[in-house]
């Protein structure tokens, strides 16, 4: 697998480009980093085999779909067994509405990104994640706007 130091100059720019845009086609990204498209495309495909790149993916207006409320879902739980978390992972794993989930440190031992249409519809989500799996806390903030959606910093 590939880490930080296994990546040179050209890499990064690569990564960089397609951060930004992934459909980009191979020709631009090679003119833009200064290599022919064989090169360009061995490390391109590199970088995926070593998962470095794990998807090329379009980024939604989730507004625009119906889906304008995102809130962010600080959960705590009281049991750290290995049997819990296998099954909480699933519950995450099988729940379109979380498109992010966190394990974390400190107070919170998990935080979620959940997105929905409206607040009826986070109800209905809600109710439907307590009587999945216990839980000792779930505490719910809602977005009011989102500031920035940026690519990593490479």
């Not at 998807?55 to 067994?81: M, N, Q, Y």
């Not at 929905?116 to 806390?137: E, G, H, T």
Request: proline share 5%; with cysteine; net charge negative.
């Amino acid at each position: 697998m590939a880490t930080d130091k296994d990546l040179d100059r050209l890499d990064r720019e690569i990564l960089r480009l397609i951060a930004v845009d992934a459909s980009l086609s191979l020709q631009e990204i090679a003119t833009q980093v200064g290599l022919t498209p064989t090169p360009c495309w061995k490390r391109i495909r590199r970088m995926e085999q070593e998962g470095v790149i794990q998807r090329r993916v379009a980024v939604l207006d989730p507004a625009k779909i119906g889906l304008g409320v995102s809130v962010f879902v600080a959960v705590e739980t009281a049991d750290h067994s290995a049997d819990w978390l296998e099954r909480f992972a699933k519950v995450v794993a099988d729940t379109p509405e979380i498109v992010d989930a966190w394990r974390m440190s400190g107070e919170v031992d998990y935080l979620l990104h959940v997105v929905v249409p409206d607040i009826a519809a986070y109800d209905q989500f809600y109710r439907k994640l307590i009587a999945a799996i216990p839980l000792r806390n779930v505490s719910s903030r809602f977005s009011m706007e989102r500031m920035k959606d940026a690519p990593l910093p490479i």
